[in-house]
């Protein structure tokens, strides 16, 4: 075999696709670095921009910048565009485009497009990303329609609550975390109205695609026979399960620290919030370094989850999390079936789960470690809890995003960039392309605990 036979086979699919998302990150730091884009007198260095643009390109929202007091008005669109890039999904985007112009999707395209979206064959991912399209881009309409309206009570112009009303809809819908405000949400901490809409939009954007897809098929009855999917069934109550127990949590543990002095129902509501945008979003409407630490190292653990798999977020995804709980529980009982919703969970999915969590914690203790020595001002929750939120695509941060150390920055980029493209994808790009053993040696017992 020739050397570039030889090349053209290591180039897998996997790393094909972490070659495009590497190629869009360079697009938008070129993007974030043309004339215009900064405000007048601002200076950004080159590392910032491309912090920013991996930022953007992962829809996390960590950034080593204000974005309001660095960005011009053509500045922000180019940070929405980058937002959309990622949201959609790299290979979204392009086939977006490549059906625009009547372009054939052959073979190798439609293999990215289903890696990109977690799905397991080919038949329908054309079909697939035309759905997706639609429907985000809806959803920010939709969102950015109705934000716009109430934000004109804040803002004296319709131009002014209009760009308001479109960045806010297309940040908590894509899960990017991008303010304009300097302040997140905390500004409209008072208004119920605003945070239960970014709240909905948050929540389309994290449960995942291939839900809201279904969720649609369902309503508009086209097919009678039509059952939801273990996978929607599955993502949807363990999302239920974790937004539900999460406000609880934080409510009772901040209910006589940080939310001492609110009134009931605006504990409830900063309870809430936090516990959905922890999953991936990052807005924020109370200042989250007030929060106890019991409080911050719980929203960590949220952050380390992530959102739901095909979707915006980030994080080892809710289905790993569910599977592993579900598994604990089955071998607790002696069994050896995972058995949910009348339905037997694949062995290979189970591999997988746990695969992609060990690898995540020793993703998140070896980024610890590194930045336990680079950035010596900052305590150990500061770091965990920003590693988190670069891992899950959040974007929260207790303030230590501004002062990290080159090699800091570095650290959190990659975590944003691994975080974006899925722990699966990463792993099958590093041990490229699988094969099976024509044989098998013989098996023998192994003591255990």
């Not at 972490?18 to 670095?33: D, E, G, P, V």
């Not at 697939?128 to 934000?151: C, D, P, S, V």
């Amino acid at each position: 075999m020739s050397f570039k036979q030889r090349e053209k086979r290591s180039i897998t699919p996997f790393r094909l696709l972490l070659t495009y998302y590497s190629f869009a990150i360079l697009i938008s730091y070129l993007l974030l670095r043309i004339p215009g884009v900064h405000l007048e007198g601002v200076n950004v260095s080159h590392l910032d921009s491309f912090f920013t643009a991996v930022s953007a390109v992962s829809v996390t929202g960590l950034t080593t910048v204000t974005v309001a007091e660095t960005y011009s008005s053509f500045g922000l669109a180019m940070i929405l565009l980058i937002l959309q890039f990622g949201a959609i999904g790299i290979m979204s985007i392009g086939t977006f485009l490549w059906l625009l112009f009547g372009r054939k999707i052959g073979m190798r395209e439609r293999q990215l497009i289903m890696i990109d979206h977690n799905q397991y064959n080919l038949s329908g991912v054309v079909a697939l990303i035309r759905q997706i399209t639609k429907l985000l881009f809806m959803i920010e309409f939709t969102g950015a329609f109705i934000l716009t309206i109430h934000f004109k009570r804040y803002f004296g112009t319709w131009e002014e609550a209009a760009i308001n009303g479109i960045f806010a809809s297309i940040s908590a819908t894509t899960n990017g975390g991008f303010d304009i405000t300097g302040m997140s949400l905390q500004p409209f901490h008072h208004d119920y109205f605003i945070q239960f809409v970014c709240m909905i939009l948050i929540f389309l954007g994290a449960i995942g695609f291939p839900v809201l897809i279904e969720v649609k098929t369902y309503l508009m009855k086209k097919d009678p026979s039509f059952r939801f999917s273990l996978f929607t069934k599955l993502t949807t109550v363990t999302y239920a399960a974790l937004f539900a127990f999460g406000s609880i949590v934080i409510f009772i543990i901040e209910a006589f620290q940080s939310f001492r002095g609110m009134r009931w129902h605006e504990a409830i509501f900063s309870a809430m919030f936090h516990s959905v945008s922890t999953r991936s979003a990052g807005l924020t409407t109370f200042d989250v370094t007030l929060f106890n630490e019991a409080t911050q190292l719980f929203m960590s653990v949220l952050m380390f989850i992530g959102a739901s798999p095909s979707s915006v977020g980030g994080g080892i995804r809710t289905t790993t999390f569910a599977i592993v709980i579900l598994f604990l529980i089955t071998f607790s009982r002696g069994q050896s079936d995972i058995q949910i919703f009348n339905r037997e969970i694949h062995l290979i999915d189970v591999y997988r789960s746990f695969a992609v969590l060990i690898f995540a914690i020793i993703m998140v203790i070896g980024a610890a470690m590194i930045l336990f020595i680079t950035e010596k001002q900052a305590t150990m929750i500061q770091v965990l809890f920003e590693i988190t939120s670069a891992f899950g695509t959040c974007g929260m941060s207790l303030g230590i995003t501004d002062d990290l150390t080159t090699f800091g920055k570095i650290v959190i980029m990659i975590l944003m960039f691994v975080g974006r493209v899925g722990l699966i994808s990463f792993l099958y790009s590093i041990g490229g392309s699988a094969s099976k053993k024509k044989y098998h040696y013989p098996k023998e017992r192994i003591i255990i605990g």
